[in-house]
């Protein structure tokens, strides 16, 4: 190993240090209370070291919303020739979920939901990464199932927007408003009766 | 006017008066750091007066949301469905239109939210009234429409939830994360293709 990749490496490691203190502390004490010094004790970094990877408190929780939500993102482009329409939407149904609820992501956007007012750059920011860049991996997805004639051609961008809708209102919303909802038994089923509605209408 | 009747306008007077300051008083400085001697001065009463009214701040802050979702026109029941299920989505449609543009309701959902973890029971029975009463509202009317036959006998408890998930994804989820959102001019078209969903799996 060059001494470039070891630093590297070692640069590697502690931004992923910082990103797991700044979460547990978060999800702790919320943003406003949240103390960037802690954090850094935490990661066992200097603050020196935390700013030169993140240059606010703004920037690190940001950064930790984006790494909750971007391990599921990838589902969307793993569309197996072999799967139907319906299972592929099961799988990322399912992926969607399983990461918003095991990587306590909804206890990240209840965060940053309390603190819009107060900081409406970090709010805005985080709609940005969730609809923004998660959207767009269904849109893109969506578009190629209509190309190879197995979705209806459709506003792919709004499609895209409605099924997600419908899976949060079951699922995220009520999470929002209680820390200890938990995914039911039944989700499966629920996902399989909003997938058959989203068919109905744009199944090709 | 009675004495009595006297007394009750006075009294009924005042209760506005409170819940309008606290209104104010909560969406400036949300839930935990609202402080009720504040609001009773904003008010004109004395404390002992507001305690009269409203035993704790919780059943303050329960009296405002239940106050802003009342002025909310989301009578679905009332929009009787005459000739077809989609003029009643139409008009349904527009109603939400109506809540988007009623901001305060979805900033004080933002308040409650974001007291989750400090006041779990108070997120909890903001869910109860505002969400779960707006719920039931429209299964009524889609079940009154599955009588008259305007839609295919189906699950009207799970189909209420997913179309309004399909309006708020459009109208609310972005408005939740930035205060000042303001809905594109085209909005209601694209929440017309929610309508074609619906009847796509439930028309009759």
């Not at chain 2, 079940?143 to 609310?172: Q, S």
């Amino acid at each position: 190993m060059g001494l470039e990749d070891y630093r590297r490496n070692v640069s590697e490691t502690k931004h992923a240090s910082i990103l797991k203190a700044g979460r547990e502390v978060f999800l702790r004490d919320g943003f406003a209370r949240a103390a960037v010094a802690e954090i850094a004790r935490d990661a066992d970094v200097s603050t020196a070291t935390l700013y030169k990877h993140f240059a606010s408190k703004e920037e690190l929780f940001a950064a930790i919303i984006m790494d909750a939500v971007t391990r599921v993102e990838d589902i969307s482009d793993q569309e197996g020739s072999d799967e139907t329409f319906a299972d592929l939407l099961l799988t990322i149904g399912r992926t969607y979920l399983a990461n918003q609820f095991e990587h306590r992501a909804n206890d990240l956007m209840r965060i940053v939901i309390g603190e819009s007012s107060a900081n409406p750059g970090l709010a805005a920011e985080t709609l940005r990464v969730l609809t923004g860049r998660r959207r767009q991996r269904l849109v893109t997805l969506f578009d190629r199932l209509v190309e190879r004639g197995i979705m209806k051609p459709n506003d792919t961008d709004l499609s895209a927007q409605l099924i997600s809708g419908m899976i949060k209102e079951l699922f995220v919303w009520p999470a929002l408003f209680d820390s200890s909802f938990a995914l039911p038994p039944d989700t499966d089923e629920k996902l399989r009766a909003i997938i058959q509605v989203f068919l109905a209408r744009y199944e090709a | 006017m009675t004495l009595e009747a006297q007394r009750q306008s006075v009294s009924d007077a005042k209760r506005d008066g409170i819940i309008k300051a606290a209104q104010a008083l909560f969406l400036r400085d949300g839930f935990a750091k609202a402080v009720m001697a504040d609001v009773a001065r904003d008010a004109d009463v004395s404390t002992a007066t507001l305690y009269k009214h409203f035993e704790s701040k919780e059943a303050l802050f329960e009296a405002v949301v239940r106050h802003a979702a009342a002025t909310v026109q989301d009578d679905f029941g009332a929009m009787a469905p005459e000739t077809s299920a989609r003029d009643f989505f139409f008009q349904a449609l527009a109603s939400a239109h109506l809540v988007h543009q009623q901001a305060n309701v979805t900033a004080l959902l933002r308040v409650a939210i974001a007291e989750v973890s400090s006041a779990p029971e108070l997120a909890r029975n903001v869910f109860e009234t505002v969400v779960c009463g707006r719920y039931n509202r429209l299964q009524a009317a889609l079940d009154e429409m599955v009588r008259r036959g305007l839609l295919k006998p189906h699950d009207t408890a799970f189909g209420a939830r997913i179309g309004i998930g399909m309006i708020k994804e459009l109208f609310i989820w972005p408005a939740l994360f930035v205060a000042d959102f303001q809905l594109p001019a085209n909005a209601l078209e694209r929440a017309d293709e929610a309508i074609n969903v619906y009847l796509a799996a439930y028309g009759a």
